[in-house]
Antibody, heavy 117, light 107 residues
């Protein structure tokens, strides 16, 4: 059974850096074709893919946010970490991690991050 | 990045209706298209992958079709549990983007 769980702060101040950790089980990020990524959803709005990292360490970022995002993996710990710099209130939303395999995503439960002073 | 355009943005329908949601890609994505259902406060749930493959456990009233740049999700006979928001997602060249969503509401 594949499970993913997001962890990190629920409240960050403007200009701070957000660090989120995705801890997963039931699959290996060393397996060919597999990836893990982050998707966010502002309140009442659509899903936005942020960053993905793949089994071969290929990384893909949302172009408009590329300068603020870094994604890394620790295969031995089954974890993927996303950092997002210079947080702003418009970055408030639910952040999901998800497994990528054969073109589709299997999702964690999500974590709500609020950016406010 | 490949842009995904979903239509309609909102769809009003009744229990028992057949409904279709369309998703168009800005360039060809072959069959790298998935559909998700999302209910308020919940993570998206995978319905269809590779354009037309039904995820295990998903009712057979859901079906997907298309390839290249145009795709559809069809619900053959709406059930009360189906009123939710639906998203398409493409993964051409491992670059993942979503449509803007279709809210399916009760007429």
């Amino acid at each position: 059974q594949i499970t993913l769980k997001e962890s990190g702060p629920t409240l960050v101040k403007p200009t701070q850096t957000l660090t989120l950790t995705c801890t997963f089980s039931g699959f290996s990020l060393s397996t060919n074709g597999v990836g893990v990524g982050w998707i966010r959803q502002p309140p009442g709005k659509a899903l936005e893919g942020l960053a993905f990292i793949y089994w071969d360490d290929d990384k893909r970022y949302r172009p408009s946010l590329k300068s603020r995002l870094t994604i890394t993996k620790d295969t031995s710990k089954n974890q993927v970490v996303l950092t997002m710099t210079n947080m702003d209130p418009v970055d408030t939303g639910t952040y999901y991690c998800a497994q990528y395999s054969y073109g589709y995503l299997l999702w964690g439960q999500g974590t709500l991050v609020t950016v406010s002073s | 990045d490949i842009q995904m355009t979903q239509s309609p943005s909102t769809l009003s329908a009744s229990v028992g209706d057949r409904v279709t949601i369309t998703c168009r890609a800005s360039q060809s994505i072959s069959a790298w298209l998935a559909w998700y259902q999302q209910k308020p406060g919940k993570a998206p749930k995978l319905l269809i992958y590779q354009a037309s493959s039904l995820q295990s456990g998903v009712p057979s009233r859901f079906s997907g079709s298309g390839s290249g740049t145009e795709f559809t999700l069809t619900i053959s006979s709406l059930q009360p549990d189906d009123f939710a928001t639906y998203y398409c997602q493409q993964s051409g060249s491992y670059s993942i983007t979503f449509g803007q969503g279709t809210r399916l509401e009760i007429k």
